[in-house]
T-cell receptor
Framework: QQQVKQSPQSLIVQKGGISIINCAYENTAFDYFPWYQQFPGKGPALLIAIRPDVSEKKEGRFTISFNKSAKQFSLHIMDSQPGDSATYFCAASKNSGAGSYQLTFGKGTKLSVIP | GAVVSQHPSWVICKSGTSVKIECRSLDFQATTMFWYRQFPKQSLMLMATSNEGSKATYEQGVEKDKFLINHASLTLSTLTVTSAHPEDSSFYIC?????????FGSGTRLTVV
């Protein structure tokens, strides 16, 4: 049972455009929703995270939108740049991981930003 | 802050030998660490959860005798791939749980020849 579903699998965006990646979750006990950026051969790096008490969080060009009733959350990358080309993973966990709760990852989205 | 240092970043070993991967928390104490395996173009698959001073909890389908995890101190967790075979070739990543979230190591590319 896949608890976090991510789409699309791959995404091509022109430089300056908006990249949008969507995730849906099933477990209502999840209360921490991070997005990770991974470059080839590197570990995931935290991009931005949100908790269900807010509907949107923005950090620079990156915004998370969260819809608790629909159990969906999305990542928006504004003014996408070639340097943003990477694989993005959404994830979810309970209690921010405190108490040994593990992260459940989506399958990833490979983003390519073309000049 | 909250850096996890993972070594080695890549390793090539002969089939039948064992390989140890280390993850150290540099500026915090990691009570819980997670070990993941990632195949090319795929997501991270949790292998096991290790808690300092106790036995690791392995996910279903992960051979605990093959993937030995030791978390003897609050700053060091190790994963040893024993009697490695080519099918064990993969990208292994550790992660530590913090109060505010998680931090990941830079990963280890294991190639078994």
């Amino acid at each position: 049972q896949q608890q976090v579903k991510q789409s699309p699998q791959s995404l091509i965006v022109q430089k300056g455009g908006i990249s949008i990646i969507n995730c849906a979750y099933e477990n209502t006990a999840f209360d921490y929703f991070p997005w990770y950026q991974q470059f080839p051969g590197k570990g995931p790096a935290l991009l931005i995270a949100i908790r269900p008490d807010v509907s949107e969080k923005k950090e620079g060009r990156f915004t998370i939108s969260f819809n608790k009733s629909a159990k969906q959350f999305s990542l928006h990358i504004m003014d996408s740049q070639p340097g943003d080309s990477a694989t993005y993973f959404c994830a979810a966990s309970k209690n921010s991981g405190a108490g040994s709760y593990q992260l459940t990852f989506g399958k990833g989205t490979k983003l390519s930003v073309i000049p | 802050g909250a850096v996890v240092s993972q070594h080695p970043s890549w390793v090539i070993c002969k089939s039948g030998t064992s390989v140890k991967i280390e993850c150290r928390s540099l500026d915090f104490q990691a009570t819980t660490m997670f070990w993941y395996r990632q195949f090319p173009k795929q997501s991270l698959m949790l292998m096991a959860t290790s808690n300092e001073g106790s036995k690791a909890t392995y996910e279903q389908g992960v051979e605990k005798d093959k993937f030995l995890i030791n978390h003897a101190s609050l700053t060091l967790s190790t994963l040893t791939v024993t009697s490695a075979h080519p099918e064990d070739s993969s990208f292994y990543i550790c992660s530590a749980s913090l109060m505010w979230g998680y931090t990941f190591g830079s990963g280890t590319r294991l190639t078994v020849v």
